[in-house]
């Protein structure tokens, strides 16, 4: 059996949002840019980095955001 997908956020206020960079150029750049409009609608932000683009992100990644964040935006770039 599968995970549940979670639920949409009625509301961003007081909501945690972690950026999650796959490690491609330019990546950063924009989430840096969705975090600041995220920001503005009440959410906190956090950055974290994949240690590589090309690799599923590890299980201890995973529970880690799943502990420290409300929702993830993951952003793949080149």
Known sequence: MGAKRAKRLADLRHRRVLMLDCGKRGGDAILASVARR??????????????????????????????????VVYGVVD
């Open 38 to 71: 995220l920001e503005a609608l009440g959410a906190t932000t956090s950055m974290n980095t994949k240690s590589s683009a090309h690799r599923m992100a590890s299980r201890k990644l995973i529970e880690s955001v799943a502990e420290r964040a409300d929702a």
